[in-house]
């Protein structure tokens, strides 16, 4: 391989990056708002939630990119710039499934923490604040860790759309050298050293989080059994 | 121990001579089963009420109900003049803000150390200063006999130690009421006399109002004004500890005393 | 927006042709993930580092990289090794792999809840190795695995217009050369985004069904 299509990788691993950011900032977003609206005490509200965590977790990601690309520029009239299109993709239906995870998390606080709370007159959103929401997300970070692996392999989807991330760039590659299995090697790899790079991240993330807890760290084989329904939000590099 | 980090006796100004709690024909059913059977009675501000009977007859009900978390079936229950069912959720926090409660399982914030337990509440809800809270927990913490845990968290302590801390949060909001559910029930019994004497100091040096549902028979002839015997959601008698334990008047509540004494 | 009722009829019949290939991908997918992945979470069991450390890199490695490249490098790279496969066989081959990695983890767990005291009774009674695991653990360990493999079922169905990437037409591919042929994108990608909602929507109610049944 040539410097010059070397190049064309780097370039691809950028923009991947830039698209695994700009989605995981988003789907955090729309998990927590989504999530914490799940438990919220009005019907209409956690029906709402619940109304948008099935519709976007049952479509399929890649179904949801063509709409973007597609449907929204003509229906509504704006044509988004690509990476912002893949992020809007993105970002709400991953997002769809951390809302799962956020709404687990805090339906896993011991109830009798709450009731603590009342007794302190604390208001819903002082205990969501001070109580739950400290304890529940340093039990979201594995799951959320997981997510967000999912996440870097979904971003490959935008190559379809002719967005340059990395698989763009490795079936331009293919073209030039009219050659495949060394290049796909070669994605492929950088896919995996990313993935990670960003379990280590979420796993110190997780650590710190728990340690003034006293927490074990880790998941175990019931959580395994037990996780709720996903894009195949799996395990992760160990 | 010093006074001032109590709760302050000019806050009740109803001293001995007024109702601060009022049920009537209180009823809590719990599917089929009737936990409250329209109850009535009252407690004057500063007396120590205990509450005694077999489990199942609806004491700890009557805490809950208290401390609004959970709601009658039938019945109206008042709060130093205030109705708590049904009314606004502004006037709920205002209640809620005259009543402290310690649980049988402590539900201390694992997230935070034990200091910011006592110091959150009257932060975040009274809107004391930071300074004056955190010195406020202190006397408190040195009260209870846990000066030294103050950076300690809940997890590192032991279920005694726990409980003291419980207490000393529940101090630190300076509440008319202090609800005690079981409080001791879920300790080892050689931590069991250390929360106790926390509580007498507070009965005998305070003029606090209490409600004290316990198996602990000797603790309640200590700090009680008066004893409420409960059987089947129902008060069945009612009086002075030394005659209720001494000479009661039911056959059922013989048979009780003569089963946990 | 505007929405052409006549776009919808005209797209049904590719709309049940691409069903039917997306069905016999999952069907398909779905077999080779649970059987491959028993061999993955099997073979992580030989108390050899010479197996386990092989398989488990390789399951590893499959799990964090995307599928999508996974299914190029199939389609592209075998034909230069001399093994020419339809796309839809590669694809299925792929999505099963891809899919197995992540089933042999649910085998794990469900292999490790079962008791100790059930391998403990297995000895005292003196079965051989491969009774224990036929008679004893396995029967145990799939009933709890049940409703965690249903969920990655679910999640492949969804992973399933992937493989349009490599020419094959299931549904997303159907959709795509019809609006490429008549110009109208909203109606059938709208269709078909409907239809994955509502397919997986049901299975996870089944699956919900069955989780009950087996719990309890």
């Keep these: 391989m040539t410097s010059g299509l070397w190049e064309l990788v780097l370039k691809g691993v950028w923009v991947t990056i830039q698209l695994l950011v700009c989605s995981a900032l988003m789907a955090a977003a729309v998990s927590f708002v989504v999530g914490v609206a799940r438990t919220h005490r009005l019907w209409i509200v956690r029906f709402l939630a619940g109304f948008y965590t099935e519709v976007f977790r049952g479509t399929s990601a890649l179904v949801m990119i063509f709409w973007v690309f597609f449907v929204l520029p003509p229906a509504f009239g704006w044509q988004l710039v690509p990476l912002w299109a893949g992020t809007l993709a993105l970002g709400l239906t991953y997002g769809a499934y951390g809302s799962e995870i956020v709404r687990g998390a805090l339906s896993a606080v011991d109830p009798a923490q709450k009731e603590g709370g009342i007794a302190l007159s604390f208001t819903p959103w002082q205990r969501m604040r001070l109580i739950l929401l400290p304890q529940a997300v340093p039990e979201m970070i594995p799951p959320f860790s997981n997510l967000l692996i999912e996440l870097l392999k979904g971003t490959a989807l935008v190559s379809i759309m002719g967005m340059g991330d990395l698989a ?4 331009l590659v293919r073209l030039a050298l009219q050659e495949s299995a060394e ?7 950088i896919y995996f050293v990313i993935a990670f790079l960003l379990t280590r991240v979420m796993r110190g993330l997780e650590k710190k989080l728990k340690g003034g807890v006293g927490k074990p760290v880790g998941s175990t084989a019931d959580q395994e059994l037990s996780r709720p329904q996903t894009t195949g939000v799996g395990g992760a590099v160990s | 121990m010093s006074t001032d980090t109590l709760p302050n006796p000019e806050k009740n100004p109803a001293k001995g001579d007024g109702e601060l709690i009022r049920l009537e024909q209180v009823t809590k059913r719990f599917g089929q089963n009737t936990v409250l059977d329209h109850l009535d009675f009252s407690v004057e501000a500063g007396k120590h009420v205990t509450l005694i009977g077999p489990s199942g007859s609806g004491k700890t009900t009557i805490l809950r109900l208290l401390m609004t978390l959970l709601k009658p079936d039938e019945g109206t229950i008042t709060v130093d003049g205030q109705k708590l069912f049904p009314a606004s959720d502004k006037e709920v926090r205002e209640v809620r803000k005259k009543i402290g409660m310690v649980f049988q399982q402590f539900n201390l914030f694992p997230n935070m150390t034990v200091l910011r337990n006592i110091t959150e509440a009257p932060v975040t809800v009274l809107g004391m200063s930071k300074d004056e809270a955190v010195e406020r927990a ?42 005690l559910d079981e409080v001791t029930s879920a300790l080892d019994p050689e931590l069991v006399a250390g929360v106790l004497d926390v509580l007498r100091d507070i009965a005998r040096s305070t003029d606090i109002t209490m409600l004290c549902v316990t198996h602990e028979m000797n603790f309640a002839r200590d ?21 209720i334990f001494s000479e009661p008047e039911k056959d059922r509540t013989r048979e009780f005393l003569s089963a946990v004494l | 927006m505007n929405w052409d009722w006549s776009a919808v009829s005209d797209f049904m019949p590719d709309f049940w042709k691409g069903l039917l290939v997306t069905l016999q991908i999952l069907l398909l997918g779905s077999l080779i993930s649970f059987v491959l992945g028993l061999v993955w979470a099997l073979l992580m069991r030989v108390p050899s580092r010479w197996v386990t450390w092989p398989v488990g890199a390789v399951t590893e490695f499959v799990r964090n990289t995307p599928l999508l490249v996974q299914l190029f490098f199939l389609f592209y790279v075998l034909p230069e090794w001399g093994l020419t496969f339809s796309a839809l066989s590669t694809g299925v081959f792929a999505i099963g792999l891809h899919y197995s990695t992540y089933t042999m983890q649910v085998y794990r767990a469900g292999i490790e809840a079962v008791p100790v005291g059930q391998w403990e009774a297995a000895t005292a009674l003196n079965l051989p190795l491969r009774r224990t695991w036929t008679a004893v653990i396995l029967p145990q360990a799939v009933r709890r695995v049940i409703p ?11 992973d399933t217009p992937m493989l349009m990437a490599i020419t094959v037409l299931e549904m997303l591919g159907h959709a795509r050369l019809f609006s490429q042929e008549h110009f109208q994108f909203t109606e059938p990608l709208t269709v078909i985004g409907a239809a994955f909602i509502v397919i997986s929507y049901l299975a996870s109610l089944l699956l919900r069904a069955l989780e009950r049944r087996l719990v309890h």
């Design chain 1, 168 to 171: 763009f760039s490795g079936n």
């Design chain 1, 183 to 189: 290049i796909y090697t070669y994605i492929l790899l």
């Design chain 2, 138 to 179: 202190k006397g408190l913490l040195e009260m209870v006999g846990l000066a030294d845990k103050c950076d300690a968290h809940p997890a590192q302590l032991s279920g005694g130690q726990q409980q003291r801390v419980a207490i000393a949060r529940a101090l630190a909001m300076r509440p008319q009421v202090l609800l």
């Design chain 2, 223 to 243: 700090i009680s004004d008066q004893v409420l015997m409960f059987d089947s959601g129902r008060i069945i008698e009612a009086g002075a500890p030394e005659k």
């Design chain 3, 148 to 158: 965690a493999l249903g969920n990655y079922v679910i999640a492949m169905l969804k």
